[in-house]
């Protein structure tokens, strides 16, 4: 059985309440029963944060453990080089995921210290981007 983790970061504990129109409606916690339901032959974990220390102590945690890490960073993306390089000092494989189009929002968000070190990115297709990089684990 495979052994993922999602790692989410700062305001993601707010989905279903924050910008309906990028985010949607649906929580997180609402979507991650659906998908430990639909991925049962997978052993799903997950973590929030808005705490910059704390997202980069959970990658070191689990990254030479877990077959995989789906990482949203959500702001730090764009700002975290403490985060980039922890994903860069692990083992384990890292797909950075966002829900929102980065590239079509602010100029900012262009920019991603997790890319250049991430297995893959996906971005763009709501919650289903975690869908989508829990199949890139399969």
Excluded: C, W
């Amino acid at each position: 059985m495979k052994k993922l983790i999602i790692i989410n970061g700062p305001n993601l504990n707010l989905l279903g309440k924050r910008e309906p129109n990028v985010y949607g409606n649906l929580s997180f916690t609402e979507f991650l029963d659906t998908i430990k339901n639909k991925y049962s032959n997978v052993s799903l974990e997950y973590f929030q944060s808005n705490v910059e220390g704390e997202l980069i102590s959970k990658i070191q945690d689990v990254g030479f453990d877990y077959d995989g890490i789906i990482l949203n960073a959500a702001a730090y993306t764009h700002t975290s080089v403490g985060i980039g390089d922890a994903v860069k000092a692990i083992q384990t494989p890292v797909v950075e995921v966002h829900i929102s189009n980065t590239f079509g929002r602010e100029e900012f968000r262009h920019h991603s210290f997790i890319s250049p070190n991430a297995k893959g990115v996906i971005l763009g297709f709501g919650l289903q981007s975690y869908e989508l990089a829990i199949q890139s684990f399969l």
